[in-house]
C-alpha cells in the first residue's frame, strides 16, 4: 500500500499564507487596541502561527492508516515525561491505543534580530531529545517500538538569515561547516545533525519571505531537511504502526 502524502505541498502553501497573515493580524489588533507589544512580539502575542502545519500532520495521520488515532493539540495534554526532569510540553502528541506515536515541535524564527535565537533554539531542541530518549530507554513510554520524534523550523526568508555570519572561538577553532555560514545555512546544518545522530526521526527548516501571505512561497534548503522528507518519514512511520496494530 502505497503511503498518502495529502497534497503536502498545497497544503504547505497554505499553511505558510496563514502563518504570515495570522502573525499581521495580531499586530494590527495589538495596534488598533493602543497595547501593541514591542518589536516582533506584537506578531506573535496571539500565538498559534503554526497551526497550519499542525493540521497538515493531522491529515497524514488520518489518511495513512491511523483514522481513530488521539491527536493531541491543547496544552494540558501535550506533556511527556521525562528524564532529567518530570516533564516536557510538547506541541503535537498522536497516541494510538496507548502507544506513542509521535511527538513534534514546530518553531518559527522572524527577524530582525536572528543572532539572538538560534542558539536558544539549538540548545532546547537538542536538550529535549535527549531527554526523550534517555526516558524512552528507561521504559517511560512502555515497551513499544520507537515513536517519531518531528522537529521543524519556518525561517524568515531575509537578509539576515540569509547573510554570511562571522564568529569566532578563543581557544580552538570552528568546525568548518560553520564558518562562514548564515543562520538559514546554520539551521539546516542543525537539522542535518540532529537526524544523523538520531536525536530526531526527521528535523526540517524551510524559509520563507514575509511577501508570501499572498502566494505561500517557501523553499527547501536541502532534501534531506527539506519538508518533502520530513512529511514522507511520517506518513511511512505511520503506515507502519497502522499495519502493526
Known amino acids: 500500500m502505497a503511503i498518502d502524502l495529502v497534497n503536502y505541498e498545497g497544503k504547505a502553501r497554505e499553511a505558510v499564507k496563514a502563518f504570515w497573515g495570522n502573525r499581521e493580524a495580531a499586530r494590527q489588533k495589538q495596534v488598533e487596541s493602543g497595547k501593541q507589544d514591542q518589536g516582533e512580539r506584537a506578531s506573535v502575542t496571539a500565538g498559534k502561527n503554526m497551526d497550519g502545519f499542525l493540521a497538515l500532520v493531522k491529515d497524514i495521520v488520518y489518511a495513512n492508516g491511523l483514522e481513530h488515532a488521539d491527536i493531541h493539540l491543547a496544552r494540558r495534554v501535550l506533556t511527556l515525561p521525562g528524564y532529567f526532569r518530570p516533564t516536557k510540553l510538547w506541541d503535537m502528541l498522536v497516541i494510538n491505543q496507548g502507544r506513542l506515536i509521535a511527538a513534534l515541535e514546530f518553531k518559527s524564527h522572524v527577524g530582525p534580530s536572528f543572532g539572538n535565537n538560534f542558539n536558544n533554539r539549538a540548545e532546547e531542541a ?17 515497551e513499544y517500538t520507537r515513536p517519531f520524534v518531528g522537529w521543524m523550523m519556518m525561517l524568515e526568508d531575509a537578509k539576515g538569515s540569509s547573510s554570511p555570519v562571522r564568529d569566532a572561538s578563543a581557544h580552538f577553532k570552528l568546525l568548518p561547516e560553520f564558518a562562514g555560514a548564515s543562520y538559514a545555512e546554520r539551521y539546516n546544518i542543525m537539522c542535518r545533525k540532529l537526524m544523523q545522530e538520531q536525536l530526531y526521526s526527521t528535523a526540517s527548516v524551510i524559509v520563507s519571505p514575509r511577501s508570501a501571505s499572498g502566494t505561500g512561497e517557501y523553499k527547501e534548503l536541502s532534501e534531506l531537511t527539506g519538508l518533502k522528507t520530513f512529511v514522507t518519514t511520517l506518513a511511512g512511520h505511520v503506515a507502519a504502526e497502522a499495519a502493526r496494530s
Open 126 to 142: 537538542i536538550g529535549t531529545a535527549h531527554d526523550l530518549w534517555t526516558a524512552y530507554r528507561e521504559g517511560a513510554f512502555g
